[in-house]
């Protein structure tokens, strides 16, 4: 009975040990729980990190504060493509974002309401910087940057050789997908990475030598095809060499080649044909001098090979297979008029105006007695003044030039008017500031030659009536 007693008097013990040790032990964990729950109500847990910054046991204001120091140290990303490196600024995409968000999120990640010390034993987390980017921006900052690195694909190609159709190979080209790096950049702006590395992958042709194969049979079918073309009993045949050579592939509406032909080709054999039927047009020269007709040499049409009639022609039998036996459409080349002025200036006084250089001399028996600046008509307008040799046919003092009979808003008073041909003339112009410049292209006169007071005066008092006026470019 002893050896029963005592041994249930140490059961009772352990058990009562085994009830103080929890109760003193859930104590323990209550307070460190209420501890917690009071010293991290408004701090970062640890183990949450923000662009490699640890935020543990920071305030709001603390987080607020890293995540603008964040956004003010991530000047650039690196971002690399084939081993080629650019500088992409935050600036640049205007990235921006919300500190105030970042800070609450931080601080309610891996909080437990009810048990805080959980939130110790979870594992670490990386936060966003709950970023915006323009993403216009950054689409239009990647269409300068991806298409260096984009090589297109090389279609295969079908050429006549030795008479038969030969398929070229072609070969892969390569690009970056546009939408996966402005998804990758995005995130690595917004995770505040500071560099991003994409690659270029292989972008295949369209056109292979395994969908050309029944391309290559079409062509041979037209090679066989006749082609006659007439011109004044002469015939031009082009053999099947050069008809295989007026077609190729290309990509169709459904991404599949289709046949097509090629208008250069085709003109590049018309060349040759319209060295049999061009005839070059003879020009009409008229020879004149001092504004009098001496001579002219009557001039005759000529004729040329309508190719770009022919060209659509042909390409569209060659497509249908259809023979062709035709006459070969010719245009009419007009001929030109060339005028051939000369001028025998073996005057004793005469005026030579000279429109580019905006400037007047007065000769008197082979010498220059005077010579000024001037403002002619306003070619850029539509008012140039004109140009040949003329004479002066008479002279007024005091003159009011009223252009409103003629159509033009304008009634100025000179001083000195010397007409020469109909309603052109040599005249004074005092509200003009400046004479001799470019100007005149555009605020020039409606057609006179506008002088200086000064040398207008004195031109009067020299000229004659039925003196010569040289105006030339």
Known sequence: MINVKTKNMSQSRFIKFITVSSFIVGAIFMAANLFLSSAYADRVLPGIHLA????????????????????????????????????????????????????????????????????????????????????????????????????????????????????????????????????????????????????????????????????????????????????????????????????????????QPILVAKPDQIKKYLASVSKSVDIKPKDKVINTVNGSVQSTTEGTNGLRLDQDTLTTSLAGRVLADQSLKTEVPTQVLAFKTIYNRTYNLDFGKYIEVNLSMQHLWVYQDHQVVMDTPITSGSTGTGHPTVQGLFAVYTKERNRWLDGRPLGYNYDVYVQYWMPFYADYGLHDATWRHSFGGPDYYYGGSHGCVNMPPPSAAWLYGWVDVGTPVWIHG
């Open 52 to 255: 490699g910054i640890d935020l543990s046991g920071m305030r709001g204001s603390q987080v607020r504060a890293a995540a603008s120091r964040v956004v003010a140290e991530q000047n650039s990303i690196k971002l690399s493509v084939d081993n080629q490196n650019f500088d992409i600024h935050a600036a640049d995409v205007d990235l921006t974002t919300d500190p105030v968000a970042i800070a609450s999120e931080a601080i309610k990640t891996n909080q437990k309401p009810w048990l805080p010390i959980l939130g110790f034993v979870q594992p670490p987390k990386q936060l966003g910087l709950r970023y915006q980017v323009d993403g216009e921006k950054v689409q239009n900052l990647l269409q300068t940057i991806l298409p260096k690195f984009s090589v297109a694909p090389t279609d295969a190609t079908i050429t006549v050789d030795n008479g038969r159709p030969t398929i070229q190979p072609g070969a892969n080209g390569k690009a970056v997908d546009p939408n996966q790096a402005h998804s990758l950049l995005t995130d690595a702006l917004g995770l505040g990475a500071t560099s991003l590395h994409l690659d270029s992958a292989p972008v295949a042709p369209v056109l292979t030598p395994e969908n050309l194969q029944p391309i290559v049979a079409q062509i041979k079918q037209r090679m066989k095809m006749t082609i006659i073309l007439s011109y004044q009993g002469k015939k031009f045949q082009p053999d099947a060499a050069t008809i295989g050579s007026w077609l190729g592939a290309a990509e169709g509406d459904n991404g």
